[in-house]
T-cell receptor, first 111, second 109 residues
Framework: DAGITQSPRHKVTETGTPVTLRCHQTENHRYMYWYRQDPGHGLRLIHY???????DKGEVSDGYSVSRSKTEDFLLTLESATSSQTSVYFC??????????FGPGTRLTVL | KNEVEQSPQNLTAQEGEFITINCSYSVGISALHWLQQHPGGGIVSLFMLSSGKKKHGRLIATINIQEKHSSLHITASHPRDSAVYICVCSGGGADGLTFGKGTHLIIQP
């Protein structure tokens, strides 16, 4: 599997606070993705990147922003966390848009 | 938008049984993935295929492009195969992935 790490792995925060999740890869993959996984909904795409500084919105992007200043890092920011953003967040990477190598996930709880 | 349907949604079987999980989709695709997720665990990509068949150990994945259908087979199933199996269809472009809801597989000893 690709060298993909996510940090933090677990986080509990309060409503209204900003939160940043980090995805780091050592594979020099061009594409990077952020998903959330919720019971009954499966995996849903939040944002994706097709290169440094090139990002675009996915299916459930409201309330989230991303940045990619280096090939290896893709940051997901919740500007003002809400309870509806309690979820498990997965990062994925790939050399083409067909590839999907997943990180270990981050469990976020917003109280 | 591609409609991806997996069946069955839940499957319980005995150790050693031959397992088949199905995935049907509505729109032509460039590739199809099978993912595995153990309870509370991460997601592993098992296969990516665009035609024919692939085999890895006891796992076999097939795809029929004309019929818009793929199957994942597990031979000699084992309790450690208990997981959620997710079918993902890639229709082109980084935002062109459509995920199935997953099949919950339990293999009892």
């Amino acid at each position: 599997d690709a060298g993909i790490t996510q940090s933090p792995r677990h986080k509990v925060t309060e409503t209204g606070t900003p939160v940043t999740l980090r995805c780091h890869q050592t594979e020099n993959h061009r594409y990077m993705y952020w998903y959330r996984q919720d019971p009954g909904h499966g995996l849903r795409l939040i944002h994706y990147s097709y290169g440094v500084k090139d990002t675009d919105k996915g299916e459930v992007s409201d309330g989230y922003s991303v940045s990619r200043s280096k090939t290896e890092d893709f940051l997901l920011t919740l500007e003002s966390a809400t309870s509806s953003q309690t979820s498990v967040y997965f990062c994925a990477t790939g050399t083409t848009y067909n590839e999907q190598f997943f990180g270990p996930g981050t469990r976020l709880t917003v109280l | 938008k591609n409609e991806v349907e997996q069946s069955p949604q839940n499957l319980t079987a005995q150790e050693g049984e031959f397992i088949t999980i199905n995935c049907s989709y509505s729109v032509g695709i460039s590739a199809l993935h099978w993912l595995q997720q153990h309870p509370g665990g991460g997601i592993v990509s098992l296969f990516m295929l665009s035609s024919g068949k692939k085999k890895h150990g006891r796992l076999i994945a097939t795809i029929n492009i004309q019929e818009k259908h793929s199957s994942l087979h597990i031979t000699a199933s084992h309790p450690r195969d208990s997981a959620v199996y997710i079918c993902v269809c890639s229709g082109g472009g980084a935002d062109g992935l459509t995920f199935g809801k997953g099949t919950h597989l339990i293999i009892q000893p």
